[in-house]
């Protein structure tokens, strides 16, 4: 299992952990909004919308903060915000190269934000392009193990650009082309498969394997990374061996 399957697993973890603060909640409801604005309120025909709707719910945003967040993005409420996606590209102690993905209304204070959190971390800025290369830009659907199993997910993505489908312990992962994710999360919900997640996201194509102390080290940038407001991602090239996992 890659490095990177086993700090989705953690991260997935994490995710319930932050939802419960409504740190989470707050990210989705942005997401939603964007892409509301971005694409029509319509989720039907809104692809994008459709799928941060799905991640929404299943994290359990209330149905009535999915909605107004739905309104705001599509104007057909007041008070949306004017949403910039910026990206910031630094490295993690140890070498380990990060792409922060920031959802913003004020670029000044999220470029303070983001730069405050890794320095004071152990990290550095990067320029643009320093690290942007070491990650490609994947679809990645993430599938519940209840019900279903690795060879029904390959047999059902496989036409529709599925990759190739990772065991991350408690779930399964099916990376696509970016340009495949709706195919390939249409083709999941045609053969009944439910999922948890579909979203665009930075994955690495050269890892960088971190020991115990260093994963520390990594984990505290990226928790202060995604305790700032404006913060909706951060993607690291980590790769985290199962003993060190085990540690943490």
Not at 35 to 49: H, K, Q, S, V
Not at 204 to 219: C, G, M
């Amino acid at each position: 299992m890659s490095g990177h399957s086993k700090w989705a697993t953690t991260k997935h973890k994490k995710a319930v952990i932050d939802a419960k603060r409504g740190k989470l909640f707050a990210k989705l409801v942005k997401n939603i909004e964007v892409a509301a604005r971005t694409g029509g309120g319509d989720p039907e025909g809104n692809p994008t919308l459709y799928d941060a709707m799905q991640k929404a719910r299943k994290n359990s945003v209330p149905a009535d903060n999915i909605e107004r967040a739905r309104k705001r993005g599509s104007g057909e409420e007041a008070g949306g915000a004017e949403w910039q996606t910026i990206m910031y590209e630094g490295y993690a102690p140890g070498g380990v190269a990060m792409l922060v993905e920031c959802l913003t209304d004020n670029r000044n204070r999220a470029a303070s934000d983001v730069r405050t959190a890794v320095t004071r971390n152990g990290g550095s800025m990067g320029d643009a392009g320093s690290v942007s290369y070491l990650f490609t830009r994947k679809g990645v659907v993430i599938v519940p193990k209840e019900n279903t199993s690795e060879d029904d997910i390959t047999l059902a993505v496989v036409e529709a650009g599925g990759e190739e489908v990772r065991d991350l312990g408690e779930s399964f992962e099916v990376v696509s082309e970016a340009s495949d994710l709706v195919d390939v999360r249409t083709a999941l919900q045609e053969a009944g498969i439910e999922y948890d997640s579909a979203d665009t996201n930075w994955l690495p194509s050269v890892e960088v394997p971190v020991d115990s102390e260093t994963a520390q080290k990594v984990l505290r940038v990226v928790d202060a990374l995604e305790d700032a407001d404006d913060v909706q991602n951060v993607f690291t090239n980590a790769d985290f061996p199962a003993e060190v996992l085990a540690e943490l």
